[in-house]
């Protein structure tokens, strides 16, 4: 399985014929050094949240590669008055798809959807357990540090993706907590130095860490799980 780091919380990722997106903040986002025309065939895209800086570029990922969006059912219903094709799910619902199965967790943050007519109500923040090829992925999407987290241990997740920056989200030594909680094999931090006011040290972060391996990757970079 291909996990590429797109930079902030953004993800792609491929095994065989599924080709899915995390949180596609590619346009304006400073770190990113992928576009929105470089993907193709592209079946599913996760949303998280509702803020410009997860919700990205999926409007336009999705209508040109005709993808569902699976995301709460609020947001659902924003993009499919833009006529995206999505899957409503909300906070500890779990559903099969044709890849595998997708759990919604729940996540400590905001939602609100910035529009050009003010600001929509975008539902509950959520993270997801993605399972795939019997592997499962936590992606744990903007949130604080929350004793939630110690249910996704007997999860027995393979890689937790999980925000070290700070301020908007867990810093590293609540990262740290949550590593102990869930108890991942294997970890990447995300949500770090896009901007001035996140700025985090991920070599910090991974000594910090004892009992999982820590994955450091930097913005286009693969590592197979």
Do not use: R, W
């Amino acid at each position: 399985m291909k996990i590429k780091y797109l930079g902030h919380a953004a993800f792609y990722i491929e095994e065989g014929n599924f080709k899915a997106l995390i949180d596609p903040f590619l346009s304006g986002n400073p770190t990113a050094k992928s576009s929105p025309e470089n993907f193709s065939s592209i079946n599913y895209i996760f949303i998280t949240h509702g803020h410009g800086d997860h919700l990205g570029d999926t409007v336009q990922i999705a209508k040109n590669n005709n993808s569902i969006v699976i995301t709460n059912f609020e947001i659902s219903l924003y993009l499919g008055n833009q006529n995206v094709n999505t899957h409503p799910m909300h906070i500890g619902g779990k559903a099969k798809f044709d890849f595998g199965t997708v759990k919604m967790t729940p996540a400590l943050h905001g939602s609100g959807i910035q529009t050009e007519k003010g600001l929509i109500y975008g539902g509950n923040p959520c993270g997801f357990v993605i399972e795939l090829d019997g592997k499962k992925i936590y992606h744990a999407g903007d949130t604080g540090l929350t004793m939630d987290m110690k249910l996704l241990e007997s999860e027995n997740i393979d890689l937790a993706i999980l925000p070290i920056g700070g301020n908007f989200t867990m810093d590293i030594d609540d990262a740290v907590k949550a590593v102990e909680f869930i108890k991942p094999k294997k970890v990447i931090p995300i949500h770090y130095n896009t901007f001035p006011i996140i700025k985090a040290s991920p070599e910090e972060f991974k000594s910090k860490v004892k009992n999982s391996e820590v994955i450091i990757l930097k913005p286009d970079e693969e590592y197979n799980l």
